[in-house]
Antibody
Framework: EVQLVESGGGLVKPGGSLRLSCAASGFSFRNYTMNWVRQAPGKGLEWLSS????????YYADAVRGRFTISRDNAKNSLFLQMSSLRAEDTALYYCVRETLTTSWYFDLWGRGTLVTVSS | AIQLTQSPSSLSASVGDRVSITCRTG??????LAWYQQKPGKAPKPLIY???RLESGVPSRFSGSGSGTDFTLTISSLQPEDFATYYCQHFNSYPLTFGGGTKVEIK
């Protein structure tokens, strides 16, 4: 089955760190650009970061640049998001998202998300 | 960053109604726009890409149009399973931003 499964979420204190993981299966993970998108409770979607198939190019939203680091391990079909200096406003459901492989550019596969709560 | 403004932010409609949602960008993006549907407790699902191309498996009552700065998602005849929140997203350049969402509710 083609799927993305996130893990690593939980409760963390402000200023703390957390590492999210995303396990990909059912497709050739190494060929795809991958992304993290988050959604705060009751709010809209926010793109956070992208990493190309060989990790050559990495992009971040201003809100997380310098605090979050995206990475991947193609041998293990895994995507990661290392989050540090966490703030209350980082509380959200974090989605692992695949970008389409065709010349058309959009997000064609989403995980179910992992919840991160930043609170003292 | 390119800002995406969706309107309305919410609407009430009846089954069978024709519904249109607008997404306006602050910068011309040609047709580099996608639409997603999100139901409560679920991940977003792609509906439309390249502004007007229908994702495989999506019912033909969904359609997209527009280019440049103004885009529209239309549901030709609203069905019970279409009550959800809809988001636009641009793919012109990084950062890849989303619109604020439009919640479609039952009248």
């Amino acid at each position: 089955e083609v799927q993305l499964v996130e893990s690593g979420g939980g409760l963390v204190k402000p200023g703390g760190s957390l590492r999210l993981s995303c396990a990909a299966s059912g497709f050739s993970f190494r060929n795809y650009t991958m992304n993290w998108v988050r959604q705060a409770p009751g709010k809209g979607l926010e793109w956070l970061s992208s990493i190309t198939s060989s990790s050559t190019y990495i992009y971040y939203a201003d809100a997380v640049r310098g605090r979050f680091t995206i990475s991947r391990d193609n041998a293990k079909n895994s995507l990661f998001l290392q989050m540090s200096s966490l703030r209350a406003e980082d509380t959200a459901l974090y989605y692992c998202v695949r970008e389409t492989l065709t010349t058309s550019w959009y997000f064609d596969l989403w995980g179910r998300g992992t919840l991160v709560t930043v609170s003292s | 960053a390119i800002q995406l403004t969706q309107s309305p932010s919410s609407l009430s409609a009846s089954v069978g109604d024709r519904v249109s949602i607008t997404c306006r960008t602050g910068h011309a993006i040609s047709t580099a726009l996608a639409w997603y549907q999100q139901k409560p407790g679920k991940a977003p699902k792609p509906l439309i890409y390249d502004a007007s191309r229908l994702e495989s498996g999506v019912p033909s009552r969904f359609s997209g149009s527009g280019s440049g700065t103004d885009f529209t998602l239309t549901i030709s005849s609203l069905q019970p399973e279409d009550f959800a929140t809809y988001y636009c997203q641009h793919f012109n350049s990084y950062p890849l931003t989303f619109g604020g969402g439009t919640k479609v509710e039952i009248k």
